[in-house]
């Protein structure tokens, strides 16, 4: 079962949006680095990192619980943007991106 994650799709979009995370929260104040940065940072490389770890499984059991560890992730993301755009640090077009 054991696969190239670089030929996956999903795992070259999540690498893309972990980079943007990387990017966006360089505009954050310097008081969150220890906080909301590092959270967002841990979590955005999480999900290609959790992508590349689940294609090296060789059962598709292995494969998918890495794939829902990669998804965690993303939901994880999703409420530190939300949070991000309610403390004002990102602007209404960065969040809808």
């Given at each position: ?88 640090y990102i602007n ?6």
């Amino acid at each position: 079962m054991a696969r190239n994650y670089r030929d996956l799709e999903v795992w070259r979009l999540s690498y893309d949006l972990s980079l943007s995370f990387y990017k966006l929260v360089e505009k954050f104040p310097k008081k969150e680095s220890d906080n909301l940065i590092s959270q967002i940072r841990r979590a955005a490389s999480s999900v290609p990192v959790n992508i590349a770890e689940g294609c090296s499984r060789f059962s598709k059991n292995g494969f998918l619980q890495f794939l829902s560890y990669a998804y965690g992730s993303c939901k994880e993301l999703e409420v530190l943007l939300m949070m991000s755009r309610d403390l004002g640090y990102i602007n209404i077009e960065d969040y809808n991106i």
